[in-house]
């Protein structure tokens, strides 16, 4: 079983999490929701449809708590023999998922592929999250969905250039009580080696750092971890790769 997502902790102690899994034939496998309890005995939520290995990286994202105790997750789907992330709702009383919401690949409605990592819920009632590739230029998505999952597009990563530079969001959205998301791409930017931006509660998407790797005023490669704004207000986190001391990554902090 590969259980590489966070634990996320309910209020009886035990933890949820979600994981891919094979299935048999080994040729197959599948993503669960599963609970633990605090003495380690594990129980099966709800699993998705088996899907062949050879048909990509289906492994499975954070999932997230909804207030009223459901959880919101990404799972699998291989309709017609491609394969899709969806943003499914598991509904804790009723023991199935409620909702679905699929990301489909750039020309279907542009909304985005292979969301990587757990939602962030807002103050707002909304989840928001990344997608690391699909849009309309192939390098990824912001996105706000619904808890009736209604989902809506708000930027599309350019690569290299433009004004939404990046590529390939994988780390969590961070939110203020303003609206404002804080966010990171593990490549793309001026230097193919990931940004910081800020997308705003009107739209307006900012680049406030483009790495340069091991060398260049902004030292880092490809952000390892979501943001966290420190108590003298600026925003700090990591990179994998870059620096000056043998390509071992960074911690930095942008104003």
Same mark, same amino acid.
């Given at each position: 079983?590969?259980?590489? #997502?966070?634990?996320?902790?309910?209020?009886?102690?035990?933890?949820?999490?979600?994981?891919?899994?094979?299935? *048999? /034939?080994?040729?197959?496998?599948?993503?669960?929701?599963?609970?633990?309890?605090?003495?380690? #005995?594990?129980?099966?939520?709800?699993?998705?449809?088996?899907?062949?290995?050879?048909?990509?990286?289906?492994?499975?994202?954070?999932?997230?708590?909804?207030?009223?105790?459901?959880?919101?997750?990404?799972? =699998?789907?291989? /309709?017609?023999?491609? %394969? %899709?992330?969806?943003?499914?709702?598991?509904?804790?009383?009723?023991?199935?998922?409620?909702?679905?919401?699929?990301?489909?690949?750039?020309?279907?409605?542009?909304?985005?592929?292979?969301?990587?990592?757990? %939602?962030?819920?807002?103050?707002?009632?909304?989840?928001?999250?990344?997608?690391?590739?699909?849009?309309?230029?192939?390098?990824?998505?912001?996105?706000?969905?619904?808890?009736?999952?209604?989902?809506?597009?708000?930027?599309?990563?350019?690569?290299?250039?433009?004004?939404?530079?990046?590529?390939?969001?994988?780390?969590?959205?961070?939110?203020?009580?303003?609206?404002?998301?804080?966010?990171?791409?593990?490549?793309?930017?001026?230097?193919?080696?990931?940004?910081?931006?800020?997308?705003?509660?009107?739209?307006?998407?900012?680049?406030?750092?483009?790495?340069?790797?091991?060398?260049?005023? *902004? %030292?880092?490669?490809?952000?390892?971890?979501?943001?966290?704004?420190?108590?003298?207000?600026?925003?700090?986190?990591?990179?994998?790769?870059?620096?000056?001391?043998?390509?071992?990554?960074?911690?930095?902090? =942008?104003?």
């Amino acid at each position: 079983t590969n259980k590489h #997502v966070p634990l996320l902790p309910q209020n009886d102690g035990s933890f949820v999490t979600h994981s891919t899994f094979p299935t *048999t /034939p080994q040729s197959q496998r599948t993503t669960a929701l599963t609970r633990i309890t605090p003495t380690g #005995v594990e129980s099966l939520l709800w699993k998705s449809a088996s899907v062949p290995w050879e048909l990509g990286d289906i492994d499975a994202a954070a999932c997230t708590a909804l207030p009223d105790g459901d959880f919101v997750m990404v799972s =699998i789907e291989a /309709p017609d023999g491609m %394969l %899709l992330r969806t943003l499914r709702r598991y509904s804790a009383p009723r023991g199935k998922v409620t909702q679905r919401a699929v990301l489909q690949d750039t020309g279907i409605g542009h909304r985005g592929r292979y969301p990587e990592t757990g %939602l962030t819920a807002g103050a707002d009632g909304f989840l928001y999250g990344t997608t690391h590739k699909g849009g309309q230029h192939g390098y990824g998505t912001v996105f706000r969905i619904s808890t009736t999952g209604t989902l809506t597009t708000l930027a599309h990563f350019e690569g290299t250039t433009g004004t939404t530079r990046g590529w390939g969001p994988t780390t969590p959205l961070l939110r203020t009580a303003d609206g404002t998301l804080y966010g990171t791409t593990s490549a793309g930017g001026l230097a193919d080696c990931g940004t910081v931006f800020r997308l705003g509660p009107d739209g307006t998407f900012q680049t406030l750092a483009d790495f340069t790797g091991s060398s260049g005023t *902004t %030292l880092g490669r490809t952000p390892a971890s979501s943001l966290v704004f420190g108590p003298d207000g600026a925003l700090y986190g990591t990179t994998w790769f870059g620096g000056t001391s043998g390509d071992y990554g960074t911690l930095f902090s =942008i104003d």
